[in-house]
């Protein structure tokens, strides 16, 4: 049985259980800042940790509200390649949605 999430990828790229494709090239992966856990954006988070281009995964832990990029304010802390962990801007992330179902609202405790 095929377990569907609602946001396979429709690239035609291999569909990892758990994670999200970046769909455009130069996507930042960011963190720093005394905010950038409170609303994360560009200028929350101004350290850029990773550059993602499309096709790369990335595994969300968490989501919350933050800068609105395109037409979506959610920002997806996940798990990145080379074991970086930092934000992205859901707008970037293969889903046809702006709130990335079955993934929680970030705490404290997911960003320690």
Aim: proline fraction near 8%; charged fraction near 20%.
């Amino acid at each position: 049985m095929l377990l569907v999430s609602g946001c396979e990828p429709t690239d035609g790229s291999e569909y990892i259980p758990g994670s999200y494709s970046v769909r455009e090239s130069g996507v930042s992966l960011r963190d720093g800042g005394s905010a950038c856990g409170d609303e994360p954006g560009t200028g929350n988070c101004p350290d850029v940790l990773l550059g993602l281009e499309p096709g790369n995964k990335v595994y969300p832990l968490c989501q919350r509200r933050g800068q609105q990029v395109g037409e979506n304010s959610w920002w997806v802390y996940v798990d990145a390649p080379g074991g970086s962990r930092g934000w992205v801007a859901s707008w970037f992330l293969t889903c046809p949605t702006n709130r990335l179902p079955g993934i929680d609202d970030c705490t404290a405790d997911h960003l320690t």
